[in-house]
């Protein structure tokens, strides 16, 4: 079975169709800049500018970078504001004709490391982090999801914790990467702190391994730490797996 999975990013909306049962793409994904402002009008035309593109005329998967709720967004804070309370997948069901499930996107990203990636076959506590232009969470128990955590809004040194150590701040600031790991150190310290998972892996754009190499060494934490395997495509194959299976959350 395929669903198509769509990634709504910061910077970018990617799509493809992603093969259920290996979890991996069917075809090359398309890369659309994320509009600005990204109001639900102009993130629904990209939607339906992709769909086109593929033809696609089945299911599909949305991650979306906020808390959403049984479909319906209710936190925005690296997305426009417009969005919050909108019931978004019945909205995209409505504008598309097609069946339409919506996820908070580290949510997406986690589902897809734990059954494909570096928490396959895992039953343990497993902490996921995506850390990019936010850090969001995805936590598991024993393979399931206890959706919609926002640990990347715990406060570390009184600052909230994607605005302290998200990938953004690192460039924002010009930070070298061992600047920038000790803020994520203090920051993974906190969450080891609350949570206390087994493993813990790091996801988002900072895990692609020329950057993973530069700072997972000097990382310290009394959980096995690992950074993601399935690196950018996670999103989009989470998205769509989720879509596919209605027991999840
Ligand atoms: C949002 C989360 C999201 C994360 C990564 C945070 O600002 O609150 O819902 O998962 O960014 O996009």
Do not use: C
């Amino acid at each position: 079975m395929q669903i198509l999975g769509i990634d709504v990013g910061g910077s970018g909306i990617k799509a493809a169709p992603v093969d259920i049962g290996s979890g991996t793409l069917a075809a090359d994904r398309l890369r659309i800049p994320t509009p600005s402002p990204a109001t639900p009008k102009a993130v629904i035309k990209v939607i339906r500018t992709q769909i086109e593109h593929f033809e696609w005329d089945g299911p599909v998967g949305v991650a979306f970078p906020a808390r959403v709720k049984h479909g319906v967004v209710r936190t925005a804070t690296n997305i426009s504001k417009r969005f919050i309370g909108m019931p978004f997948a019945d909205e995209l069901k409505k504008k598309t004709g097609l069946p339409t499930r919506v996820v908070n996107d580290a949510d997406a990203a986690g589902v897809a490391e734990m059954l494909h990636g570096a928490g396959k076959g895992l039953t343990d506590l497993v902490l996921v982090l995506t850390v990019g232009t936010g850090i969001g969470s995805a936590l598991f128990i024993n393979q399931t999801l206890v959706p919609n955590t926002e640990f990347g809004h715990v406060d570390v040194r009184g600052v909230v914790g994607e605005v302290y150590a998200s990938d953004r701040t690192r460039k924002e600031k010009s930070l070298s990467w061992a600047k920038w790991s000790r803020r994520f150190q203090r920051y993974l310290d906190r969450l080891e702190f609350l949570v206390a998972p087994d493993l813990i892996i790091v996801g988002g754009g900072v895990s692609k391994p020329e950057r993973a190499r530069e700072f997972m060494p000097l990382l310290k934490a009394d959980a096995e730490l690992t950074t993601a395997q399935l690196g950018n495509e996670a999103g989009i194959v989470g998205a769509a797996i989720y879509a596919a299976d209605p027991t999840i959350a």
